[in-house]
Nanobody, 129 residues
Framework: VQLQASGGGEVQPGASLRLACTTSGRALSENVMAWFRRVPEKEREFVAAISWSGGITYYRDSVKGRFTISRDDAKNTVYLQMDSLKPEDTAVYYC???????????????????????WGQGTLVTVSA
C-alpha cells in the first residue's frame, strides 16, 4: 500500500489550500484515514481523521471550523481542505491509513499515531506574509 500526498505550497495568511492523499496498491475505502503534521523539533501532531464510512470526522481544536477532511472512495483519495490558513499551520502534512477495515474507535484513538499503519511521504505547507 502506498499513500501519495500532494497539494502543499506557500501561501499568505488567510488563503486556502487543498491537500490530497491518493492510495494505491490496495483500496482503502473501508479504512480510517487521517492527516497529521509536523514542524521541526516537534512531535507529529494529529490534524483530522475520517471514519471508514465517512460519517464521522475529528479535528484538533486549533483547526476546527477552518479545515475539512473528506474522502472520495471512487478516486481512492482523501482530501484536507484548509481555509483561513495561519502561520502556525506551517508544517509538513502527512496522510495516514489504518490497515483494519470497517473498524470504529473511540475519539482519542483516531488522534493517535499508533493507530495508523500506512503513511505518505509528506507535503510541505508554508503560510507566510
Amino acid at each position: 500500500v502506498q499513500l501519495q500526498a500532494s497539494g502543499g505550497g506557500e501561501v499568505q495568511p488567510g488563503a486556502s489550500l487543498r491537500l490530497a492523499c491518493t492510495t494505491s496498491g490496495r483500496a482503502l475505502s473501508e479504512n480510517v484515514m487521517a492527516w497529521f503534521r509536523r514542524v521541526p523539533e516537534k512531535e507529529r501532531e494529529f490534524v483530522a481523521a475520517i471514519s471508514w464510512s465517512g460519517g464521522i470526522t475529528y479535528y484538533r481544536d486549533s483547526v476546527k471550523g477552518r479545515f475539512t477532511i473528506s474522502r472520495d472512495d471512487a478516486k481512492n483519495t482523501v482530501y484536507l481542505q484548509m481555509d483561513s490558513l495561519k502561520p502556525e499551520d506551517t508544517a509538513v502534512y502527512y496522510c495516514a491509513a489504518d490497515k483494519r477495515r470497517r473498524t470504529t474507535y473511540t475519539e482519542g484513538r483516531y488522534m493517535s499515531t499508533s493507530l495508523y499503519d500506512y503513511w505518505g511521504q509528506g507535503t510541505l505547507v508554508t503560510v507566510s506574509a
